[in-house]
């Protein structure tokens, strides 16, 4: 039951972390082009860029608030789900989870707050500076949490030493090869994801009035960012030494007749079979290589699986965008110019960019398994003590009040987009 169980662990922290992830992708690249509609309030159209920023800062808000709510579950199951992994690796991840959080409440502390509610007390510059130091704050908190996933996938710096890894050289850590590559797939995932929602809102909102110049500019700079960061994201995964499998037929992998890269399962028999066998997770006879990638083989198709499916959505999404850029082009960014089949199309934007985000997630973090660090220390090794029904009953409720928050935000996005942004009378003199 040792590979149930690691099936289940896998699967309750991959749904938190992916929940966490749609929302600070959309926290982080909302961050930049709220810094970019609040510049361009400078120039001739004031008014049209000041209102497309008025409105998208509460979207913004709220993905803020969701996905700092979502992070809290990630770091308990971090520690309840994984516990032997902080004593592996706490040298190294303990420093960096601590900046991640030390930057995150610097700047929801010191601008955040300015951003949301000072801009009247402000002037324009300063509520700019403002706004850009909010993207900086976020884009460090992810830079960070990125460095972490960079090095466990790729450990520079450090020597295994008794099960633990000892940190020799931080600028080796923090320079390691395949951080680029993560970094670069996670901020254009992100800007995929903003592109999606200005898209699919302003298009949205095609179908119950006609839209405004604040709007049309929103759907402009949403089809010029979609399309920039599905070439870059596609140009990433295309030109990288740095995936965490090779992209093997799904009949191989059931066949075993494809090992993962590294030859893990190689590794996995020979080099770990006694450690496991001491600690009692693997019985004591000896494996055979089939038996021993019984527990790689379906989380590595679902890897597989997952980039196919990536790399399909992220090309109709790319042939769409293209498409409705040329032809917006010519109308002056005009969507009721579209055809009704085509803003029904681009209405789905926000749920495929979420989709190949998920996908690209999914590939990137299972791609790795049997390991969780390199290919040197294993998911069983650093795994709980969990029952098979406790981590079921886990991932049951888990997803109930995942799907309920969800809810909650489409609602309350569901409510911006159909109101728009609500002046509040301020009437002096009363309560």
Known sequence: MTHYALYLSQTQFF?????????????????????????????????????AYRFWVRIFALAFIVSFAAAMPVLIQFGSLWPGLMEVMGEVAGPLLAA???????????FLGLMLFGQRRLSSFMHTVVVLMVALGVSLTVLCLVTLLAWMHVPTG???LD??????????????????????????????????????VVTIQTFRRPVTESERLA???????????????????????????????PSQLLEKKTVPTNQQAIEFVEDDLDALT?????PAEPLSLDEALDEAVPVLIVATWSYRFAMVCGALLLALCVWSLFRLARFGFDPHSLSHRTRQALALAPGAAWVLLLSGSAFVLLGTTPYV????????????????????????LLSAVYVLCFYGFYRMVRHVVRFGVVPVARHRGRA
């Open 219 to 249: 759907l402009k700079t949403g089809c010029v960012v979609a399309v920039l960061a599905l070439c870059a994201q596609l140009a990433l995964v295309l030109n990288s030494p740095y995936f965490p499998v090779d992209i093997p037929q």
């Open 15 to 51: 749904i938190s972390l992916a929940f966490m992830l749609l929302f600070m992708a959309l926290e982080l690249g909302l961050s930049w082009v709220l810094f970019y509609f609040r510049l361009r309030t400078f120039g001739k159209a004031h008014n049209a860029w000041m209102g």
């Open 163 to 200: 099960g633990r890894y000892l940190l020799l050289d931080w600028h080796e850590v923090l320079g390691n090869p395949a951080l680029p590559w993560y970094a670069g797939l996670f901020f254009t995932s992100s800007f995929t994801v903003v592109a999606g929602f200005l898209v699919g």
């Open 158 to 160: 450090v020597e295994l």
């Open 373 to 396: 660090i390199g290919d040197q220390i294993l998911f069983a090794e650093v795994m709980g003590k969990h029952g098979v029904w406790a981590l079921s009953v886990g991932a049951l």
């Open 100 to 110: 991640a959080m030390l930057s995150l409440f610097i700047f929801k502390s010191c």
């Open 278 to 282: 001491e600690a009692g997770d693997l």
